[in-house]
């Protein structure tokens, strides 16, 4: 029988691993899909007078789907006869397909323990690349073929849109997934990219500037995000007779309601990404000849009968209320600020350590940066065509929302973080930042070895250690417990470790001595090797021992000396083996 080489193996494990992500990839689309389609059938089967039969539920269903990852549909049943397209992409939705993406490819490019097992035998997986195609491919896959079966249906996708954005949306996900699986690495910098780029990535402190950029940006992002929910919050309770006006009129059963509601809630986020656009001050179109800002509702907007569209301002100059809609990018601004200074100057750190003025306003230009650019994305996803004519623009417009968003942090965000910093590095007398060291001349060294010390061992008297926005209460517990004044110490009785006494110097009678004798001790005939000191040591080192010694050996004593006398003696210690008849003899 014939044995297959290694690389034989090394090859057929390696493509198995490649029909396996493709696998995962085809499985990750067909659970989207499956789950969307479960959930439109249930409300097709639910309504009492359906348009079409199961076939044509079901097509719908496939429509949807390829909507949620950007695909633009086509409605062609309308009461002109001209098909409609709808690109507005419910964001909630879409959450469901990205993350099954995502998923799949971390999946196929994380290494297994099997993987990791087999890898002895010779056996080996997929690389990233090899992870990452193959997922990409397996999903687009059953994109193609739903793209194909949704036509003909009420809702199909263009063709135009399956390359861009959906192919680009999945291949978005799956690259995210195999840099999870890699443990999102940050570099290196591609090869064709310019040198000093590559060095810069290179470096670790580059490495933590940016990932606290873009920290920052992602907070000021979320704070954009909740704000504009809250606008659009506040305004649907402003006019909750409309909102509830549109909610019933346009479904007169349950099933129809429940539909509406899903629709609904499927559409909040983008209805925050309105509420955040409108803060920013660009606003968002209404139809073609219509856009609401804080200013004001400039024209006749071409609004249709739906529930979240019942928070659109009314027509007319902008009031107070709708002024107070600007402190949304105030807060995103600060919140960018306050993140990165949070990194610029941590509270327990030392002076030493903190970033100067100007890596401080660099991070924060940088997250200004990318809260604008991820402001001016999400906000292109959140709007788009529901029909023609007027209603061929509806939402935010990107291109003005996010250089808004980037003004706005950047004008804010810069100052607020000098301050911030200015404010976290001051030292009044009032014990700000007491429990950090003075450490502005000290090298990086010593102030870690600073900081461990303080770590173990500094505390209260209550076992509690002082914070920076609590520099009293080391204080507080000094007072109560030893008396201390707010300048002065605590006593010793305060402490649970007993005072040191006096120093010996300070004693009255004493004179320093000198434990050996002026005269080198191996000089023969002194005072050192002297009968009188040499019978005062032995007494002393009896009286220590508590009688355990023997009287001081009186002959043994002179056969030494006499021993030691001798001229031809070059050695001067005494040989001990040689002056005890009884003991062994010398080694030749």
Not at 227 to 254: E, S
Not at 353 to 378: F, H, I, K, M, N
Not at 491 to 506: C, H, N, Y
Request: hydrophobic share 45%; with cysteine.
């Amino acid at each position: 029988m014939t044995q297959r080489t290694p690389k034989v193996t090394v090859r057929r494990n390696r493509t198995l691993a490649l029909i396996s992500a493709l696998v995962k990839g085809v499985v990750a689309a067909g659970l989207g899909l499956g789950s969307l389609t479960v959930l439109v059938m249930v409300v097709w089967i639910s309504s009492p007078y359906p348009d079409s039969g199961p076939g044509g539920a079901l097509r719908a269903a496939a429509g949807v789907w390829l909507l949620a990852h950007g695909a633009g549909l086509v409605r062609p049943d309308t009461l002109s006869g001209v098909p409609a397209p709808v690109g507005m992409v419910p964001l909630l939705l879409a959450m469901g397909p990205v993350w099954l993406a995502h998923r799949a490819a971390r999946d196929a490019a994380e290494p297994q323990e099997e993987l990791n097992e087999g890898a002895r035998d010779g056996s080996a997986g997929p690389s990233r690349a090899g992870a990452f195609c193959a997922v990409t491919a397996g999903y687009l896959l059953v994109v193609a073929g739903a793209a194909a079966y949704a036509r003909g249906g009420p809702l199909y996708a263009d063709p135009d849109t399956l390359v861009f954005p959906v192919a680009l949306v999945v291949a978005g996900a799956a690259a995210a997934g195999v840099w999870t699986a890699a443990g999102r690495p940050f570099g290196p910098a591609p090869s064709w990219s310019p040198l000093a780029v590559q060095e810069a990535v290179a470096r670790t402190l580059f490495r933590r500037r940016a990932e606290a950029a873009f920290r920052s940006a992602a907070a000021g992002l979320t704070v954009l995000l909740g704000g504009g929910a809250l606008l659009v919050a506040v305004a649907l309770g402003r006019n909750a007779g409309a909102t509830q006006d549109a909610f019933l009129g346009l479904a007169g059963d349950w099933s129809g309601r429940i539909a509406v509601l899903l629709l609904a809630a499927a559409l909040v986020p983008n209805a925050a990404l309105w509420g955040a656009a409108y803060g920013l001050g660009p606003g968002f179109s209404l139809g073609t000849g219509a856009t609401a800002t804080p200013l004001g509702l400039d024209g006749t907007p071409a609004l249709p009968r739906f529930p979240l569209l019942a928070a659109v301002p009314d027509q007319g100059p902008g009031a107070l209320p709708n002024w107070a809609a600007l402190a949304v990018p105030v807060a995103a601004a600060l919140a960018v600020a306050w993140f990165a200074v949070r990194r610029a100057a941590p509270a327990d750190a030392p002076r030493a350590r903190a970033w100067s003025p100007r890596e401080t306003v660099l991070v924060t230009l940088l997250a200004a940066l990318a809260c604008g650019a991820g402001t001016a994305l999400l906000t292109a996803v959140a709007g788009g065509p529901i029909g023609s004519g007027a209603l061929s623009a509806f939402g935010p417009v990107w291109w003005l929302t996010g250089p808004a968003a980037l003004v706005w942090t950047a004008v804010i965000g810069v100052p607020a973080a000098l301050l911030m910093r200015l404010w976290r590095l001051r030292t009044p007398g009032w014990a700000w930042r007491r429990d950090v060291p003075e450490a502005d001349g000290l090298p990086v060294a010593e102030v870690d070895a600073d900081e461990e010390e303080e770590e173990e061992g500094e505390g209260d008297g209550a076992g509690r250690s002082r914070r920076w926005w609590a520099p009293w209460r080391g204080r507080r517990a000094a007072g109560e417990d030893g008396e201390a004044g707010p300048g002065g110490p605590a006593s010793p009785a305060a402490s649970s470790v007993p005072s040191p006494g006096p120093a010996p110097e300070a004693a009255s009678g004493f004179e320093p001595y000198d434990f050996l004798p002026t005269d080198p001790w191996h000089e023969k005939g002194g005072p050192w090797h002297g009968k009188e000191n040499r019978e005062a040591r032995w007494a002393s080192l009896k009286q220590g021992s508590g009688g355990l010694m023997a009287d001081f050996p009186a002959e043994r004593t002179a056969d030494r000396a006499g021993r030691t006398d001798r001229p031809d003696r070059a050695d001067p210690v005494p040989d001990r083996r040689a002056a005890d008849p009884d003991g062994p003899g010398a080694t030749p």
